[in-house]
């Protein structure tokens, strides 16, 4: 019952922007930090970018620190991944992903079906 959809991929050249929106439903979203990660074609899956509840922190991998914003707008159960000056290795399938605050275990509980961003040179 618990469904992380994202959406909001898709192809897009060099020094662009897009914007990654993942819409929660069956669950209590305040109770859930939330993350998005990707997997580029023969690589593992990284952390791309986190945010707790109710949103004053968050945290970037290196290679996005600067180019990409997470933010969530808990009235809507929404968080977005806000991607600026992409590049070709941004290629990735991106996934949303949610953790529970409050029982704090070490993985993601829920994760999204992931959306294609694709990155021109």
């Known amino acids: 019952q618990v469904q992380l959809t994202e959406s909001g991929g898709g192809l897009v050249q060099a020094g662009g922007s897009l914007r990654l929106s993942c819409a929660a439903s069956?669950?209590?979203?305040?109770?859930?930090?939330m993350g998005w990660f990707r997997q580029a074609p023969g690589k593992e899956r990284e952390f791309v970018a986190a945010i707790n509840w109710p949103g004053e922190s968050t945290a970037y991998a290196d290679s996005v620190k600067g180019r990409f914003t997470i933010s969530r707008d808990n009235a809507k159960n929404t968080v977005y991944l806000q991607m600026n000056s992409l590049k070709p290795e941004d290629t990735a399938v991106y996934y949303c992903a949610a953790r529970d605050r409050i029982m704090s275990r070490p993985e993601y509980d829920y994760w999204g079906q992931g959306t294609q961003v694709t990155v021109s040179s």
């Open positions: 069956g669950l209590t979203f305040s109770r859930y930090g």
